[in-house]
Structures are given as C-alpha cells and as structure tokens.
C-alpha cells in the first residue's frame, strides 16, 4: 500500500492505493484548544467490498468474499477479501495495491485515489497511517490522541503514542501484529 501526501505552499495532495491512510484534523471555529476539531479524509481504504471497486473485480472475473473461517464465518472483523473465481488466492483484503501481479489479474490496480486540500488557518495537522493503526483504532480515537499531543506541539510523542496503543489493541485481538507507521505532520 502507499498513502503519499505532498504539500505545495498551502496545497496538499494525497494519493491513496491500499489501506493506509492520510487525516487532516482542523478547527473551522479556530479555537486553539481543539474542543471543535473535525476530520477531514484524505484517503479512503481502498476495500473490495465497495460498490464500484466490486464492480470492477467482478468485470476481471475475480470474487469479493470474506475467508471462511468455520467457527466465525459471521465475524464482522473477518474483512472481505479479493479472490480468483474458484481459487484460494490471492486473498488480497484491499481492491488497490501496487506489485500484486496475481490480484492484478482479478480486478486489483495500482491507480492511486487522489484528494486535494487547501490548508487555511483552521488546518491543525495530519495524521499519516499504515493499515496497522487504523486495524482497530477508528479516525475520532487517532484524532483525540493526535489533539493532547498537538496542543503541546509534540509530533514525536503523538507518533510514539499511536504505535503503542496500536500494539496494544493487536495483542488483545490477535495473534500477529499487522505493520504500524505513524507520521504526524503540525502546522
């Protein structure tokens, strides 16, 4: 996955192929305490089970199903996955990504999903993430954690503070830990 965000002046770019993803927390009531702080997406998960990204693996001849798991088929953890029609591969849980050349053949592409922003002076900072933060961790939990850390302008400990937490929520939910990269970004 690549969650890739350039800022040009006040410009901001973000390109989006996988399950990363780019938040940019801001104050429209400009109150230097965050008590009014929103979120604005820069990135989408790029997940099969959308309509059009499902439309598209359908057309390529791929299947958008969830694992079959015999004692928690029903589980709403257990993300739907890419599949070749009749096969157990490539189980690819996003519908973008770059270097899959398997899912490729069923529907997956490389094309980035771009979004643009202005920064103003509403703009607080942003939040970069690989999958493994936002596995468990929901974008209003990252952002109350990212607001303590920015009213002491403290990006290293906002970063530090999002991998633990991350770690932690893995280890009560699962057996592995999915990679975790945090990048906070202040204005």
Known sequence: TIVLVIQLEE???CANTGDSRAILIYDDK???NLVNSKIFLLSYDCKPELPEEKKRIYECGGVVEKAYYPDDEDDPIIPYRVWAKDEDYPGLAMSRSI???DAKKVGVIPNPQIVEYTIDSSSKYILICSDGIWEFMSNEEA???G?????NNDAIGLCLELCQCSIKLWEERENVIDDITAVAVFF
């Open 11 to 13: 410009h901001i770019i």
């Open 30 to 32: 400009y109150d230097d």
């Open 99 to 101: 270097g899959d050349m």
């Open 143 to 145: 952002m109350r954690i």
């Open 147 to 151: 607001n303590k850390f920015y009213l």
